[in-house]
């Protein structure tokens, strides 16, 4: 009986030892590893932008707006803005932002982190006025506000 407990006390000795060096080799192993993780830092992502393919087709498109609202007449001021309110309404549905309306999808934002929500808010309301309501008409200025109230938030969004 007393070889088993010698037995036993040495094979316990030599399993605390292998313990001991696998935790040990494990966490040399994760400390080496440190070195070799990407460094991410989030003043670096905002920084950076990366031009694709999705960003040129974007901004193309916006540049098409805004050369619709750069001509003087009323009818094509109320297309640019009815496009700009459509092109942002798409931006937001791929973003993944849940609602049946725009309405519905800005309500969904952020509002304490989007600094051009309340501008964004109040292009839509000019949208909704041309749209619904009969022989809305729209002057040069509100105009040019509306298209820059809408490439504020784009541009807030990082698309343009």
Same mark, same amino acid.
């Given at each position: 009986m007393?070889?088993?407990?010698?037995?036993?006390?040495?094979? $316990?000795?030599?399993?605390? #030892? /292998?313990?001991?060096?696998? %935790?040990? +080799?494990i966490?040399?192993?994760? !400390?080496?590893?440190?070195n070799?993780?990407?460094?991410?830092?989030?003043?670096?992502?905002?920084?950076?932008?990366?031009?694709?393919?999705?960003?040129?087709?974007?901004?193309?498109?916006?540049?098409?707006?805004?050369?619709?609202?750069?001509?003087?007449?009323?009818?094509?001021?109320?297309?640019?803005?009815?496009?700009a309110? $459509?092109?942002?309404?798409? #931006? /937001?549905?791929?973003i993944? %932002?849940? +609602?049946?309306?725009?309405?519905? !999808?800005?309500?969904?934002?952020?509002?304490?982190?989007?600094?051009?929500?309340?501008?964004?808010?109040?292009?839509?309301?000019?949208?909704?006025?041309?749209?619904?309501?009969?022989?809305?008409?729209?002057?040069?200025?509100?105009?040019?506000?509306?298209?820059?109230?809408?490439?504020?938030?784009?541009?807030?969004?990082?698309?343009?």
């Amino acid at each position: 009986m007393e070889i088993f407990q010698s037995g036993f006390i040495i094979f $316990k000795t030599i399993m605390y #030892v /292998l313990v001991a060096a696998l %935790l040990g +080799g494990i966490i040399y192993v994760l !400390r080496k590893s440190l070195n070799f993780r990407p460094r991410f830092s989030l003043q670096e992502m905002k920084k950076k932008r990366i031009l694709t393919a999705k960003n040129a087709v974007f901004a193309e498109k916006w540049s098409e707006i805004e050369k619709r609202a750069a001509v003087d007449l009323p009818e094509a001021a109320k297309i640019a803005i009815i496009e700009a309110d $459509k092109f942002v309404d798409g #931006v /937001l549905k791929k973003i993944g %932002l849940p +609602g049946e309306h725009m309405a519905d !999808r800005l309500d969904n934002l952020p509002t304490d982190e989007m600094r051009s929500l309340d501008a964004l808010w109040r292009a839509h309301r000019l949208r909704n006025n041309i749209v619904h309501t009969p022989g809305f008409e729209v002057s040069p200025v509100e105009a040019g506000h509306a298209i820059e109230n809408y490439k504020a938030f784009l541009r807030e969004l990082g698309i343009l």
